[in-house]
């Protein structure tokens, strides 16, 4: 399993951007999937945004044109830069990384983004 780190969250105003970082403690060029979810208190892990290796990014209706997720294989790191952020944004971030030919599933600690009105 690889071992995920993400920063960047904090508190901001809406209309304001963050930009999230997830840095893997190896090699991520080997991961199917790397993705971003949200989740709140009491509620579900909901996918953000994911990006598939050598592939297009996949997003939630709710962030499209205003979220954007990358990957930078050479820096082991999967960001996600928020723009235009809405109360309706806050939660607890969680990094992901999926390698289904070696059943990898890792999950990050999460990094916490308020977004106040």
């Known amino acids: 399993q690889v071992q995920l780190v993400e920063s960047g969250g904090g508190l901001v105003q809406a209309g304001g951007s963050l930009r999230l970082s997830c840095a893997a403690s190896?090699?991520?060029?080997?991961?199917?999937?790397m993705g971003w979810y949200r989740q709140n208190p009491g509620k579900q892990r909901d996918l953000v945004a994911v990006?598939?290796?050598?592939?297009?990014?996949n997003y939630a209706d709710s962030v499209k044109g205003r979220f954007t997720i990358s990957r930078d294989n050479a820096k082991n790191t999967v960001y996600l830069q928020m723009n235009s952020l809405k109360p309706e944004d806050t939660g607890v971030y969680y990094c992901?990384?999926?390698?289904?030919?070696?059943?990898?599933?890792?999950w990050g600690q999460g990094t916490q983004v308020t977004v106040s009105s």
């Open positions: 190896g090699p991520i060029f080997g991961f199917n999937l």
């Open positions: 992901n990384a999926k390698m289904p030919a070696r059943a990898i599933d890792s």
């Open positions: 990006i598939i290796n050598g592939g297009v990014p």
